[in-house]
């Protein structure tokens, strides 16, 4: 069966602290990783991964995909309170079938 | 422009009660998606259409039915739903096709509570 696990659950920093979000994976036939944000409301996109070892970036925020290992990381550099959000990893198996599996969240709480 | 919008954003609704939720986006997406979401839970996907097609049904009670009238826009109608099925339901779109992976977009989300 497809899995997706993030770690840790949930993580408390204060400001300026840098963060590593985990996300693990057992899909069959791996097409995509999908990095999300989530406040009160919808997820918002951050970063499509498909290739190993290239990194994305955008700001303070970079995340890089390891398919051997199966994982993919999310780094948040000089946090801010305005980063305190649920970080969402959604993988896309089986060619072409649309179904995104999505881990539980990471709950990140960011504190002045 | 990576806008899905979706009304209402929150709805109130009796057990008998007959009503639809709406997502429309322009971006020339031939995906569209609806997954539900409760509160500290991942969203979970209820269906996807591609090229205007239902494609996935992921086993969701008949009392949920959805519509893709165009490729614009995505309807959810809902009918005689438990209070079970309080959530946020979520409407996103992706390109289509077999040839990459692509980025999904979500919507604002529609928060549901049944009475």
């Known amino acids: 069966e497809d899995k997706v696990v993030q770690s840790p659950l949930s993580l408390v920093v204060h400001e300026g602290d840098t963060v590593t979000l985990n996300c693990s994976y057992e899909v069959t036939n791996f097409r995509s990783l999908l990095w999300y944000k989530q406040e009160k409301k919808a997820p918002t996109f951050l970063f499509m991964l498909?290739?190993?070892?290239i990194e994305k970036k955008s700001g303070r925020l970079s995340s890089i995909l390891d398919k051997k290992e199966l994982f993919s990381i999310l780094n948040i550099t000089a946090t801010q309170t305005g980063d305190s959000a649920i970080y969402l990893c959604a993988v896309e198996g089986t060619s072409g079938t649309y179904k995104y599996i999505f881990g539980t969240g990471t709950r990140l709480k960011v504190l002045a | 422009d990576t806008e899905v919008t979706q009304t209402p954003k929150h709805l109130v609704m009796g057990m008998t009660n007959k009503k639809s939720l709406k997502c429309e986006q322009h971006m020339g997406h031939r995906a569209m998606y609806w997954y539900k979401q409760k509160a500290k839970k991942p969203p979970e996907l209820m269906f996807v259409?591609?090229?205007?097609?239902?494609?996935i049904n992921e086993s969701v009670p008949s009392r949920f039915s959805p519509e893709c009238p165009n490729s614009s826009l995505l309807n959810l109608h809902l009918h005689a739903l438990q209070p079970e099925d309080s959530a946020l339901y979520l409407c996103a779109s992706s390109q289509a096709g077999t040839g990459h992976p692509y980025e999904q977009y979500f919507g604002p989300g529609t928060r549901l509570t049944v009475t």
């Open positions: 259409y591609s090229y205007e097609k239902l494609s």
């Open positions: 498909t290739s190993s070892g």
